[in-house]
């Protein structure tokens, strides 16, 4: 579940006065911190979670720094809920997409360690369709975005019944910051990658403190929020670079300094969702790589066109971002997915691999030229500075140190996919599983691709225990659309 795109539309940054009691949490316990060195897990990289306590439950919940309020849903109900007989309706992507229920006020608490004594939160009673975060075991969501004026719909309806002195309908960011005014608001988050050899297990969501392995992010260019008061985690990108060349990108933003484009760092979009035409831009490098339209050949991911690239499983794409002059590799894992696809006589089943990074179409339209997700941001470490407070104070700020080496990166792919497909069904080269799924090939006809660790080895087709796969559906990405 995404961040708001209603939250897109406010456009002027309130600056928190805010009057909240003030309790000591600077001086964290290194206890504490290495508590919160891990608190952060993925759910098949797709969705990133932590625990939260609130009223006393601990739910677990999405990570969305695309929108800004609190809400939770356990399926067995919430005990200590103090409903404050208030309600309302958090709309996300573009709009459809809604939880509503009764705003209730409680202790709120992060690995112990980032506590707000008094915080309203939604208990969704409703939302729209069924979403598909419950199915998988997350509950609830924290928004880590922005409290624009009118950008969090808790905080409307609190203050709405009680009045701008009331601030404990804020979100858990603004309240937290609110206790010491002193220091810099800012949060830090590592996302892990599951599958690679490089023992990035571990994720974090810190909040006024940086993870400690990744403390010189502190040296990092800054980021500024462009354009300056978007309400969005929104930063100019230099240039999208495949193969070392950067692709053709106009940007339809004027607030886009020329020859570069802004695109918005969001937690809950899972994957890199950019407009069309620059997807084939960097799937067309692949040798191999063909583009279909077939409806029978599911999307890796949410896409807002049904065009997928199928790409040979083995091609190492060479993807980096340029922020502020500075490269930053994407892993070739993050690149592509990998599944399994059954064929349409349902004889056989094939390995297939998609664009990991689709197309964004309308979303976002005139505030972004592309929604940076969890493809990119495994990448990184981010500090995600709200210029609210402190030393800081002034326009919002990103600061982004690269947690991927190129070379490593290049050399993990091959080993991690090779391993994986060890044990996982044939792969056909990309236009021969086209006309597999167009009828103009029998699947019993089609040759697979010969690798070395497979050549006549037709019998090992067992599945790979763990690789998320959904036969037909291969649905590894869920509807983020903010
Ligand atoms: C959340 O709590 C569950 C149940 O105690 C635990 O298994 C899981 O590891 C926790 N997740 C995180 C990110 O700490
Ligand atoms: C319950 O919520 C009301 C506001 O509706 C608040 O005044 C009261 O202090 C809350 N009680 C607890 C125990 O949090
Ligand atoms: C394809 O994979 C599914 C899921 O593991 C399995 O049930 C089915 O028997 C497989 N089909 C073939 C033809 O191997
Ligand atoms: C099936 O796809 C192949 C490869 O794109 C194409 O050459 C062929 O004309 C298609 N056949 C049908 C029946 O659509």
Request: charged content about 15%; overall charge negative; some cysteine.
């Amino acid at each position: 579940m995404p961040g708001a795109a209603a939250s897109l539309l406010f456009l002027s940054l309130l600056v928190l006065e805010s009057s909240a009691v003030q309790f000591d949490f600077k001086v964290a316990p290194p206890k504490a911190a290495t508590a919160s060195n891990n608190n952060l897990d993925s759910v098949g990289n797709n969705r990133y979670i932590t625990n939260i306590t609130i009223s006393g439950n601990v739910v677990p919940v999405l990570i969305d720094t695309g929108s800004t309020d609190l809400w939770v849903a356990p399926p067995q109900g919430l005990t200590n809920f103090n409903d404050t007989g208030l309600s309302t309706t958090v709309r996300y992507g573009d709009g459809s997409t809604f939880v509503s229920g009764d705003i209730g006020v409680g202790a709120f608490s992060l690995d112990g360690q980032f506590t707000v004594p008094f915080q309203a939160y939604l208990n969704v009673a409703s939302e729209a369709g069924e979403d598909p975060d419950l199915d998988i075991g997350i509950f609830g969501l924290l928004g880590l975005g922005f409290e624009t004026n009118g950008g969090s719909e808790i905080n409307n309806a609190v203050q709405h019944a009680q009045g701008p002195e009331a601030t404990w309908g804020q979100s858990v960011l603004s309240n937290i910051f609110a206790q010491n005014p002193d220091s810099s608001n800012f949060m830090g988050i590592a996302l892990s990658r599951l599958g690679d050899q490089e023992g990035s297990a571990d994720g974090s969501l810190t909040i006024a403190e940086y993870d400690p392995d990744y403390e010189s992010v502190q040296n990092s260019p800054k980021l500024s929020q462009t354009p300056a008061g978007s309400g969005t985690w929104s930063i100019v990108l230099d240039s999208f670079k495949v193969g070392g060349n950067p692709i053709t990108w106009p940007s339809t933003l004027s607030a886009a300094p020329a020859g570069k484009n802004i695109v918005l760092l969001d937690t809950g979009t899972t994957n890199i969702l950019m407009p069309q035409a620059q997807v084939n831009a960097i799937y067309s490098t692949i040798p191999g790589a063909v583009l279909t339209q077939d409806p029978n050949i599911p999307l890796a991911h949410v896409s807002e066109s049904h065009n997928v690239w199928v790409v040979p499983c083995t091609a190492e794409i060479n993807v980096a971002t340029t922020f502020a002059g500075q490269d930053f590799a994407i892993h070739p894992l993050d690149v592509t997915d990998m599944g399994i696809i059954q064929s349409p006589d349902g004889t056989h089943n094939f390995t297939v691999c998609l664009n990991a990074f689709t197309d964004i179409g309308l979303i976002g339209q005139g505030e972004t030229d592309a929604l940076f997700g969890d493809s990119f941001l495994r990448n990184v470490y981010t500090a995600f500075d709200f210029g609210t407070g402190g030393p800081t104070k002034g326009t919002p700020f990103v600061q982004m140190l690269s947690t991927t080496d190129a070379t490593k990166s290049a050399a993990d792919f091959t080993a991690v996919r090779a391993a994986a497909m060890q044990n996982m069904p044939p792969e056909l080269k990309p236009i021969d599983l086209i006309r597999v799924f167009n009828g103009s090939l029998n699947a019993a006809d089609a040759v697979p691709v010969s690798t070395d660790s497979k050549k006549n080895d037709a019998s090992r087709r067992t599945f790979a225990p763990g690789m998320g796969v959904v036969l037909g559906g291969f649905l590894l990405g869920f509807s983020t659309l903010f």
